[in-house]
């Protein structure tokens, strides 16, 4: 389901034509990430749904019942500062994938007050916050950054900056690729573009008719599938959400918060290192105290308190000469001397770690039950416990990576989803005449494409698997690095794995996810 700004517009539409004017009754938690509103309209109760996990992100009204209930601060929050309040209306944010729900609250000394529930669709970075007055009451993701936007109580709510225009109106003389509609118009996901760009249509002329794709299992709020395809039509979208079987899936979040964890730890000594830095760059600073002394032509057995040198008043031991304090100072020099070359060394290795847990931040992004096994593995030395799974008697089969293996003809494409993976198949597998691909600059997959001609085809298959397996999997003009694998060399003494390339040619690729699910359709 490509939960778009166009995918909102009508969603948006059909929620207000239920819910308006209606009381909120009850507000749930059902987990860490999802909500359910519950509303009394007309003599008939509605229950809203929103969730906000990384894998899973919407809103729609729903028939199914959930019994598990969480709490949390935010829901106590939200209960104290809606419940009993009327829905107003619901409306969407340009043709972003922000979804607003007003409410008016009767408060017995003030009257009405408007607040403002504000519901941001954006992936991973899903979030929900309560608004009052154009400023944070609270928010269930809390963020802060040193400049820009806040999502901290008592902060300025503001929305998302963007350039892009309303999909409303599409000038298509400016248009040259699916891309350009993505990059230029607000709420236009990959999916959609490629239909627009080929029909041409203005989107307000499109009427919602929600569809499943059985094929491709996908679904969207108006039939754009292969004519050839199977499919199943709904009355409303929220029955359409409402009919899909949510597959039980890991959770991912204790290795996310051991992750998160580790990397402000190495972030803080980072810091703390740079302090040390400065520290002993001053103590280098002595050495020319010990030379002016020396410099200065005075009795160097004299004890003094302080001396004026080069128009600087120095202070000194006065239990010690001279002498004996400019050799304290020359003390003081060797010792940060030799600090400096301590701490940095240090630094260095603490650097290499806040890149090694970005990297296995990266994997997470993109991590299946499978390829979770071997990351563990990876995060166990640095103090994760991993949760208690079946022992596997076979250990020759258990030593080796479960690693994905794409088969196209003769062709066969290796995929590698973390820093165990990734050096099995590039140093183990891998002949020095197969193909090896990575997203530019980034955590990622190697892809392994064992074929002895790399023709186009094969190559932007392959890039596209790269990107599709990296943490760039939302970005659009993704740089793919690629050569032969006799080009990649292990860098020995660093934390995880890290590999040198040269020869490397670098194509730009875009996901489509229509060709991304015939690709492991078959996996």
């Known amino acids: ?28 938690q059902n987990d860490e990430f999802s909500f359910v509103f519950v509303f009394y309209l007309r003599g008939e109760r509605k ?19 959930t019994q598990n209930q969480a709490s949390s601060q935010f829901l106590n ?71 820009g936007r806040q999502l901290l109580p ?27 509609l993505v990059d230029q118009y607000m709420g236009i996901s990959p999916f959609i573009a490629k239909y627009l760009f080929e029909n041409q249509v203005q989107l307000e002329t499109i009427n919602c008719n929600p569809t499943r ?63 040390m830095i400065v520290e002993a760059n001053q103590k280098l600073d002595k050495k020319r105290y010990g030379d002016l002394i020396y410099q200065s032509g005075l009795d160097l057995n004299e004890k003094r308190s302080s001396l004026e040198l080069n128009n600087e008043n120095v202070l000194l031991d006065p239990t010690k000469t001279l002498n004996e304090n400019a050799q304290d100072f020359f003390k003081i020099y060797q010792k940060g001397k030799r600090g400096i ?36 593995k990876e995060l166990i030395p640095y103090g994760f416990k991993s949760v208690k799974t ?38 183990e597998l891998a002949k020095k005449d197969d193909y090896w691909f990575h997203v530019k600059g980034a955590p990622g997959a190697h892809v392994i494409v064992n074929t002895p001609v790399l023709n186009e085809q094969i190559q932007r298959k392959a890039c596209m698997l790269a990107a599709y397996f990296s943490s760039q999997r939302e970005s659009s003009s993704i740089p793919v690095d690629y050569t032969l694998v006799k080009n990649i060399k292990k860098i020995p003494g660093v934390p995880g794995y890290r590999v040198s390339i040269k020869n490397q040619q670098t194509m730009y690729i875009d996901i489509d996810l229509e060709k991304i699910t015939t690709y492991l359709k078959n996996v």
């Open 341 to 376: 070359t301590h701490i940095n060394d240090q630094m260095k290795q603490n650097d290499e770690l806040i890149d090694l847990f970005k990297d296995f931040q990266g994997f997470l992004s993109f991590a299946t039950p499978d390829s979770l096994k071997d990351l563990e």
């Open 390 to 427: 079946k022992v596997v008697h076979n250990k020759k089969q258990a030593s080796k990576p479960n690693v994905l293996r794409i088969q196209d003809q003769e062709i066969t494409y290796t995929i590698g989803k973390n820093n165990l993976q990734n050096e099995y198949i590039t140093h």
């Open 47 to 65: 229950h809203l749904k929103i969730y906000l996990s990384p894998n899973r992100f919407g809103i729609h009204l729903s028939k199914i019942q």
């Open 77 to 147: 929050t939200l209960k104290k500062h809606l419940e009993g309040a009327i829905l107003e209306s619901i409306t969407q944010y340009g043709t972003d994938r922000v979804i607003t729900l007003s409410f008016t609250v009767y408060d017995f000394i003030d009257g009405p007050v408007s607040k403002e529930l504000i519901f941001e669709a954006m992936g991973k970075h899903s979030n929900l916050l309560l608004v009052k007055d154009k400023v944070i009451v609270d928010t269930l993701k809390k963020m802060f950054f040193e400049e």
């Open 154 to 180: 008592q902060a300025a709510f503001e929305y998302f900056p963007s350039e892009k225009k309303s999909f409303l109106a599409i000038d298509y003389s400016l248009i040259q690729s699916p891309k350009d």
């Open 1 to 28: 389901m490509a939960f778009d700004g166009f995918f909102i517009y009508h969603l948006v539409h059909e929620l207000n034509q239920n819910l308006a004017k209606a009381r909120l009754e009850k507000i749930y």
């Open 213 to 275: 794709d059985l094929d491709s299992k996908k679904d969207y709020v108006f039939d754009l599938f292969d004519p050839s395809h199977q499919k199943k039509y709904y009355p409303s979208i929220s029955e359409m959400i409402d009919d899909q079987k949510e597959e039980k899936k890991v959770s991912f979040l204790s290795h996310q918060l051991f992750i998160e964890k580790q990397l402000k730890k190495y972030e803080k000594k980072r810091l703390q290192y740079e302090e």
